[in-house]
């Protein structure tokens, strides 16, 4: 496995090298944090500061963006608090790039060359007398499926609102759809907001079935969810945001990145409110990509990859600690 996950990182670095994408370094440790209601970093306490261990690199990537970088990228580790499990590890290996002048329907496209590399990669070490053990999940040939989120929805839950997408529902049709369909009772439901109550959809009765024996996107989230993309310019009520599934596991998360700093301000006090509301204590955001935003961030569009669910997926291993050298538990 140590020799594999060599091997895939070299295959990695030289696919974006070949794409005239820079690769850089950003700081683990920063003043910086960006804001998600459902993302709790690592927090460094010291007398004179308060330093946060990044989620994400896309901070310090931005400000390079902002910088005059030009199309980048990053092999690095991540940390978030609390994310323990099968699929799960609170750190782990990123892969994170931004393409400057690209749409996210681009990244789209070269998140499939980039796993299809990957997979061919992986079948190529796996025929050595090294890796001979290992065999890798089959990739059609044909594209990588791609599906819209209220489609989503509708392919999955069979609906007591019928000819309605999922994102027209009120708050409380969808508490009765959650009752309904998800296994949290109709009391807990009552106290969950919309985007509450869309993530348990989500979580328990869609994402199962995305990517099922072939690698699907899931796109137009609702604008309530966009984080840090833009709003779809056809329709205000998604956002530019994909996500890559193969078999029910997420393996990435894609933007077109929102370039507005005033908009990026009013989302991070609108994420710390939703953590206040799930008493959790708020963050204090990413003032220095802020004022790089200010300055000045390039269009582009971005893409944050998990490298060690990457290799877990196409292994089709069920379990995140074989694939990985140090689980947390013996880290």
């Known amino acids: 496995m140590l020799r594999l996950r060599a091997s895939l ?35 460094v306490q010291s007398p004179d500061d308060r330093l946060f261990l990044q989620t994400s690199p896309e901070a310090g990537m931005k400000r390079l963006l902002a910088a005059g970088s030009g199309s980048i990228f990053q092999v690095t580790r991540a940390f978030r608090r609390h994310e323990f499990g099968s699929k799960h590890n609170p750190e782990f290996t990123m892969i994170e790039w931004y393409g400057v002048g690209t749409t996210w329907r ?25 890796a001979a053990s290992l065999t890798a999940v089959v990739l059609l040939d044909t594209p990588f499926d791609c599906i819209a989120y209220a489609d989503a929805f509708a392919r999955s839950i ?32 009552s106290t969950f907001s919309r985007d509450d109550l ?22 137009d989230y609702p604008a309530s969810q966009a984080a840090l993309a833009q709003l779809n310019p056809t329709d205000s009520h998604t956002a530019c945001r994909f996500e890559l599934y193969l078999n029910g596991l997420e393996l990435c998360n894609g933007y077109q990145e929102l370039t507005n700093a005033n908009e990026l301000q009013r989302r991070d006090e609108q994420q710390n409110t939703s953590r206040c509301e799930h008493a959790v204590q708020t963050l204090p955001g990413a003032g220095r990509m802020l004022a ?11 893409v944050a990859l998990g490298f060690d669910r990457l290799i877990m997926s196409l292994l089709g291993e069920a379990k995140i600690r074989n694939v990985i050298p140090f689980p947390i538990d013996r880290a």
């Open 9 to 43: 990182l070299d295959a990695i670095r030289d696919f974006f090298r070949q794409r005239t994408y820079l690769e850089v370094e950003t700081p683990l440790l920063s003043h910086d944090i960006v804001v998600d209601a459902h993302l709790e970093p690592f927090e």
């Open 106 to 130: 681009d990244q789209v496209q070269l998140t499939e060359e980039l796993v299809r590399c990957v997979h061919s990669n992986l079948n190529a070490d796996a025929a050595t007398e090294n």
């Open 158 to 189: 069979v609906s007591s609102v019928p000819d309605r997408s999922v994102l027209d529902l009120t708050t409380e049709q969808l508490r009765l759809m959650a009752a309904e369909y998800s296994s949290v009772d109709s009391q807990t439901c």
């Open 198 to 219: 869309l993530n348990i959809l989500l979580a328990e009765c869609v994402e199962p079935f995305l990517g099922s024996g072939h690698p699907e996107f899931l796109h």
């Open 292 to 302: 790089a935003m200010n300055a000045g961030l390039p269009n582009c569009s971005g």
